[in-house]
């Protein structure tokens, strides 16, 4: 019975570190995910930022009356 008890806690142990193991791997997968979402979203916005300068660009208006417009939608 002794035998028992002294496999118990190593057993215990064992079944906490793979659910720390396995909680790690999740934690990554999820961060990766996360990490590749922000990047796609930035290379996203980063295109709209180009297509909105060409459009202003081709519009001819200046960052002036840009600037004097965003100020009047406050």
Do not use: C, W, Y
């Not at 960052?63 to 004097?68: G, L």
Request: glycine share 2%; net charge negative.
């Amino acid at each position: 019975m002794s035998n028992n008890n002294q496999q118990n806690p190593e057993q215990i142990a064992k079944h906490v570190q793979l659910l720390i193991s396995n909680m790690q791997t999740q934690f990554e997968q999820v961060s990766n995910t996360l990490n590749n979402k922000v990047d796609q979203m930035v290379n996203k916005v980063e295109h709209l930022e180009n297509l909105i300068d060409s459009i202003v660009e081709r519009t001819g208006i200046t960052k002036e009356e840009i600037e004097e417009i965003e100020k009047n939608m406050k």
